[in-house]
């Protein structure tokens, strides 16, 4: 199986807008730092959610979100969620080729993955992969 990997292929993206080197290397060294806490206010607005709502998505409980904000950097852990988060809008902005457009189709229930939102879906691993799976198959024309 594959592992999940977040687009490198353009210089310009998400993940760079929001300061981080899109690099796997210096994604893999951001991850063991812990990201700062404004990426996942930056990217909360991006998609068009509440930070509550990417939270529950990226399995941050609200009192931990709390003390994150105010400290100004997520756990290695919680850092990886949120850059998978981030890797799928990328994707996503690269197959729809407009960020709200993308942000939509990431919030919006799709019946290829059993009328759940992608955004929901990518609360793990596995669910990630199933998302840029379908990216994939809408980006080639493959019937979904």
Known sequence: MDAFHPPTTRPQGVLHDLGLDPAPRELIAAVKAGIDAR????LARRLGVSEAHLAEVAGIAPSTLTRRKRSGVLSPAES??????AALLERA??????????????RTP????????PLA???TEFGAREVDDLLGRIEYGVYS
């Open 39 to 42: 990426v996942f206010v930056d």
């Open 80 to 85: 990886e969620h949120v850059l998978r988060l």
């Open 121 to 123: 879906m990518a609360d």
């Open 110 to 117: 799709n019946l290829a993955l059993g009328d759940a939102a």
């Open 93 to 106: 902005m690269h197959v729809f080729e407009d960020e709200r457009d993308a942000a939509d189709w990431l």
